[in-house]
């Protein structure tokens, strides 16, 4: 298939197969006609990769230089070292796009190295997910729907556009476009808060007595506190200052309704409950 002016997609390589490299191995096999390599430091992975076909063949990191386009499914930091390990590996006029969750410091080490591999590099977000994890968790259709973010890094047009449709074609309902700062400042509120919230909400003393007591409203909070300690402690230190600015704001609400309650203000209680639910209903959702 081709992705866009220069940047011809025949053969897809995934680093890490773990639920997003899995999901996006087994999306590229449904939706394209794409080849799929596979690079994983587990065997048992790339062994259950191979036998459901979500890849075609198990590769070494030389063999990275038959890719057009090239997955970094791989923790922030792990990208930039694989990515510093191996850069004769990849393809020179290649593209080369990462999956990972923050990307300040994936945009400022990335485009250098890529400048001095000789390849194209994007990164991406796709905005997915699961609370379980690995490749047992992977689906072709996690995508379907969901939004996938770019930053371009000083990327040609032409490269953006062959990473967009590619999305598309993958299921993705829509590509945004984005900077590095706008991505993590967003991302501390949508994604890394809640994050926390449902870790510091479980860790009440209350939460092992919860069945018969609890609905649908401790599930929705909840439910992400099943959470990968290791990866998400990355997230969250590479992302501090974002994160801590979104903390302060929420335990500063948080703060304003118990003061109310404790009070016995009514009408301040009121109008705060009010004001929440007025920005819900504001937004349409």
């Given at each position: 298939?081709?992705?866009?002016?220069?940047?011809?997609?025949?053969?897809?390589?995934?680093?890490?197969l773990g639920l997003i490299g899995g999901s996006l191995a087994k999306a590229i096999k449904k939706n394209t006609p794409c080849r799929?390599?596979?690079?994983?430091?587990?065997?048992?992975?790339?062994?259950?990769?191979?036998?459901?076909?979500?890849?075609?063949?198990?590769?070494?990191?030389?063999?990275?230089?038959?890719?057009?386009?090239?997955?970094?499914?791989?923790?922030?930091?792990?990208?930039?070292?694989?990515?510093?390990?191996?850069?004769?590996?990849?393809?020179?006029?290649?593209?080369?796009?990462?999956?990972?969750?923050?990307?300040?410091?994936?945009?400022?080490?990335?485009?250098?190295?890529?400048?001095?591999?000789?390849?194209t590099f994007i990164a991406s977000h796709p905005m997915a997910g699961r609370e379980k994890n690995g490749f047992s968790a992977s689906?072709?259709?996690?995508?379907?729907?969901?939004?996938?973010?770019?930053?371009?890094?000083?990327?040609?047009?032409?490269?953006?556009?062959?990473?967009?449709?590619?999305?598309?074609?993958?299921?993705?309902?829509?590509?945004?476009?984005?900077?590095?700062?706008?991505?993590?400042?967003?991302?501390?509120?949508?994604?890394?808060?809640?994050?926390?919230?449902?870790?510091?909400?479980?860790?009440?003393?209350?939460?092992?007595?919860?069945?018969?007591?609890?609905?649908?409203?401790?599930?929705?909070?909840?439910?992400?506190?099943?959470?990968?300690?290791?990866?998400?402690?990355?997230?969250?230190?590479?992302?501090?200052?974002?994160?801590?600015?979104?903390?302060?704001?929420?335990?500063?609400n948080l703060q304003d309704i118990r003061n109310a309650i404790q009070a016995g203000d009514r009408e301040e209680l009121t109008r705060?409950?009010?004001?929440?639910?007025?920005?819900?209903?504001?937004?349409?959702?």
């Open positions: 298939m081709s992705g866009g002016a220069g940047f011809p997609l025949k053969t897809v390589a995934i680093v890490g799929v390599l596979g690079l994983d430091k587990s065997e048992t992975v790339l062994e259950q990769a191979l036998a459901c076909g979500a890849i075609d063949k198990a590769c070494a990191p030389k063999e990275l230089a038959q890719a057009d386009l090239v997955f970094l499914c791989l923790y922030p930091q792990q990208a930039v070292d694989f990515v510093t390990e191996h850069l004769t590996c990849f393809r020179k006029g290649g593209l080369v796009t990462d999956v990972a969750g923050i990307k300040g410091m994936i945009c400022q080490m990335l485009p250098p190295l890529a400048q001095r591999g000789g390849f689906d072709a259709d996690l995508f379907c729907g969901a939004s996938y973010l770019l930053v371009p890094c000083g990327a040609p047009q032409a490269a953006v556009q062959t990473l967009s449709a590619f999305a598309l074609r993958l299921g993705f309902a829509g590509v945004r476009l984005t900077t590095a700062e706008e991505h993590d400042r967003m991302i501390a509120f949508t994604s890394q808060l809640p994050h926390a919230l449902a870790c510091a909400y479980v860790l009440s003393p209350q939460c092992p007595n919860h069945k018969g007591f609890s609905a649908g409203s401790y599930r929705d909070v909840s439910r992400v506190a099943r959470i990968n300690e290791t990866l998400w402690s990355e997230l969250f230190l590479d992302n501090r200052d974002a994160l801590i600015a979104e903390l302060d704001c929420l335990m500063g705060l409950l009010r004001r929440g639910r007025q920005i819900k209903e504001d937004l349409g959702e």
